[in-house]
């Protein structure tokens, strides 16, 4: 029961259940084509139609509209400044991500130690 709340109730019977684990789904976009798969996470990570490398975006990721080109080189911003979309629940007492494309340098600056950001 906890499990199939934890994991949602789509796309999972289609996917092979990875060994070592429960199964864990995580939304992973592909700038280019501007589109998101919902992959386990130990699954190479590379656009089935581009075949470039997807980015891991996080549990609470969803992907814009692919005709919404400016959600989508908002999102790839906060991306490649660090910031991941971890599930839903974890967004109650965090700043929430910016709304316009305008506002992400602005929300990056302000934001060094994000919670959801990521340094590597
Ligand atoms: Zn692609």
Avoid at 90 to 111: D, K, Q, T
Wanted: with cysteine.
């Amino acid at each position: 029961m906890e499990l199939r709340k934890a994991i949602g109730n789509r796309v999972i019977s289609e996917l092979p259940t990875p060994v070592g684990g429960p199964t864990y789904l995580v939304a992973h976009a592909c700038f280019e084509c501007r589109k998101s798969w919902k992959l386990a996470d130990k699954q190479a990570a590379i656009c089935p139609q581009c075949r470039s490398e997807l980015s891991r975006m996080g549990r609470g990721f969803k992907a814009p509209k692919k005709s919404d080109l400016e959600q989508w080189k908002k999102v790839e911003a906060l991306w490649r400044a660090g910031f991941r979309f971890p599930s839903h629940e974890s967004w109650r007492r965090i700043e929430p991500y910016p709304e316009r494309f305008r506002e992400v340098e602005a929300f990056i600056r302000e934001n060094p130690d994000h919670p959801f950001r990521v340094t590597d």
